[in-house]
């Protein structure tokens, strides 16, 4: 059961145009989530979070949306560059401090 | 520098052997977990440890095996059990309950 789900596997922007990442939740019981940024061959590193009392956190480029009604949160990258192609997961907790982690989606911002 | 740090970052095993991958924290966290990346795939948990002397089985923990005898080592050992041991495996480890994991480099398992 599939509990965190980022049904877009890729996506392709412009540079300086803005990137749109999103994630659907099942578990009414998540209340923080978190977006993580991976190159390839190397570990996760943590980009932003959001807490279940918020609807949005800004943190440079980087805007995180969460729509509890709707059980889906969204990453906004604006403006998208180079340096920001990876690969984005979403991650959420709840009780018991166990990471659910999404996909992934592969961002690719070309110039 | 406070960090995780797993080794190797490459290993290869034959089927049927064990295999520990190690992971060591400076950061003083007090939760450590050890996922499972596959190509195309999320990362899937496979153990969790609260505190010392304490762990719990993730989504996928059938034919791994963990210890926390210490607060900043979580060993996972990847026995003959395990099906398809081949893949790239994450540690990371938190503070607390609402916080952001912070990630080792890898290790990337090859079986042949």
């Known amino acids: 059961d599939q509990q965190v789900k980022q049904n877009s596997p890729s996506l392709s922007v412009q540079e300086g145009r803005i990137s749109i990442l999103n994630c659907d939740y099942t578990n009414s019981m998540f209340d923080y989530f978190l977006w993580y940024k991976k190159y390839p061959a190397e570990g996760p590193t943590f980009l932003i979070s959001?807490?279940?009392?918020?609807d949005k956190n800004e943190d440079g480029r980087f805007t995180v949306f969460l729509n509890k009604s709707a059980k889906h949160l969204s990453l906004h990258i604006v403006p998208s560059q180079p340096g920001d192609s990876a690969v984005y997961f979403c991650?959420?907790?709840?009780?018991?401090?166990?990471?659910?982690f999404g996909q992934g989606t592969r961002l690719t911002i070309n110039p | 520098d406070g960090g995780i740090t797993q080794s190797p970052k490459y290993l290869f095993r034959k089927e049927g052997q064990n295999v520990t991958l190690s992971c060591e924290q400076n950061l003083n966290h007090d939760a450590m977990y050890w996922y499972r990346q596959d190509p195309g795939q999320g990362l899937r948990l496979i153990y969790y440890?609260?505190?010392?002397?304490?762990?719990q089985k993730g989504d996928i923990a059938e034919g791994y095996s963990v210890s926390r005898e210490k607060k900043e080592s979580f060993p996972l050992t990847v026995t003959s059990a395990q099906k398809n041991p081949t893949a790239f495996y994450l540690c990371a480890s938190s503070m607390g309950r609402i916080t952001e994991a912070f990630f080792g480099q890898g290790t990337r398992l090859t079986v042949v």
């Open positions: 440890s609260q505190i010392v002397n304490d762990f």
């Open positions: 959001i807490s279940s009392i918020k």
């Open positions: 991650a959420a907790i709840a009780g018991a401090q166990k990471l659910v």
